[in-house]
Nanobody, 120 residues
Framework: QVQLVESGGGLVQPGGSLRLSCAPSGSDFSIYAMGWYRQAPGKQRELVATIINGGSITYADSVKGRFAISRDNGKNIVYLQMNSLKPEDTAVYYC??????????????WGQGTQVTVSA
């Protein structure tokens, strides 16, 4: 079974920084993309950042200039460096791994989530 191991969440002051990491374990498969989503209390899950295996990156407008996603391709570890954190960044952050299937189809794996709380 595939498991996504997440770490790096916690409580931080506004303006502070955190770095999240995520790595798949349990199976070996080809990865199309890795990324991060978040869900704040009472709100829908939203995309934060994704990185495709070739390096193409997409960020949510709300985090551009503050967050940076990166990937260790050899270890299939994805990181999310979060700087200048704001209270509105408070959410459960979920790692996402999209793997290749046949005929161009993909399948998504999700981490259990790690809590990020930004509060004074």
């Amino acid at each position: 079974q595939v498991q996504l191991v997440e770490s790096g969440g916690g409580l931080v002051q506004p303006g502070g920084s955190l770095r999240l990491s995520c790595a798949p374990s349990g199976s070996d498969f080809s990865i199309y993309a890795m990324g991060w989503y978040r869900q704040a209390p009472g709100k829908q899950r939203e995309l934060v950042a994704t990185i495709i295996n070739g390096g193409s990156i997409t960020y949510a407008d709300s985090v551009k200039g503050r967050f940076a996603i990166s990937r260790d391709n050899g270890k299939n570890i994805v990181y999310l460096q979060m700087n200048s954190l704001k209270p509105e960044d408070t959410a459960v952050y979920y790692c996402n791994v999209r793997r290749y299937l046949s005929w161009g189809n993909t399948y998504d794996y999700w981490g259990q989530g790690t809590q990020v709380t930004v509060s004074a």
